[in-house]
């Protein structure tokens, strides 16, 4: 079965220098999510989408945003990175709307900044 | 404030035992709870959900319980084997209407042949 696809899968960055994370979610699913995972940490939301709106925010720098596209895919956009936004960062999908159905993780992003 | 947390952060096993994760929750509002695996290096990956008008629920060898009472919430693996080993996550969800999941600090199982 198709999953949630990630890109890249890997990103080293400077101090202050902007990422892009894109995210696919799974075929037929319309709600997308972000979370971000420090090491040995449990993942903490950012913020969600649903139908291309904005459906949720949690703990997200003013420093990111993001957006979902027609196609239903979404970009995580990092801008002034700093030291401490190392970490994984998961996008994950879930079909009937948010909050009705299960959500399904890809397999992360990992961002190292230097 | 919001809370889900695990009593252990490590559990070890011998193959072929049943484990037994268990994870606190705080919130009383919350009303659909996940237990997610997840491996080194690769993403959470559900395994089995409870809504809170249930109090158990069984997949293949894993098994919810949920009680209320008390909220607590475990997971259950029986015939415990060496890819059973990860880390085990419990999220919640359903606080004031937002569908973002809560998670706890999770456990990691080690699964010793």
């Known amino acids: 079965a198709a999953g949630v696809i990630q890109s890249p899968r890997h990103l080293i960055k400077e101090k202050r220098e902007t990422a892009t994370l894109k995210c696919y979610p799974i075929p037929r699913h319309d709600t997308v999510y972000w979370y971000q995972q420090g090491p040995g940490q449990d993942p903490q939301f950012l913020i969600s989408?649903?139908?291309?709106?904005?459906?949720d925010k949690g703990s997200i720098p003013d420093r990111f945003s993001a957006q979902q596209f027609s196609d239903y895919h979404s970009e995580l956009n990092m801008s002034s990175l700093e030291l401490g936004d190392s970490a994984l960062y998961f996008c994950?999908?879930?079909?009937?709307?948010?909050?009705?159905?299960?959500?399904?993780f890809g397999p992360g992003t990992r961002l190292l900044v230097l | 404030g919001e809370s889900v947390g695990l009593h252990l952060p490590t559990l070890s096993v011998q193959e072929g035992d049943n484990s037994i994760i268990n994870c606190a929750y705080s919130?009383?509002?919350?009303?659909?709870f996940i237990w997610y695996k997840q491996e080194s290096g690769k993403g959470p990956q559900f395994i089995i959900d409870i809504r809170s008008n249930m109090d158990k629920r069984q997949g293949q060898r894993v098994t919810v319980l949920l009680n209320k009472t008390v909220k607590h919430l475990s997971l259950q693996i029986a015939a415990t084997q060496p890819g059973d080993s990860a880390v085990y996550f419990c999220?919640?969800?359903?606080?004031?209407?937002?569908?973002?999941?809560?998670f706890g600090k999770g456990t990691k199982l080690t699964v010793n042949p």
């Open positions: 999220a919640e969800m359903g606080q004031g209407g937002s569908e973002k999941l809560v």
């Open positions: 989408f649903y139908e291309k709106m904005q459906s």
């Open positions: 994950a999908s879930s079909s009937l709307g948010p909050g009705e159905g299960t959500q399904y």
């Open positions: 919130n009383s509002a919350s009303d659909y």
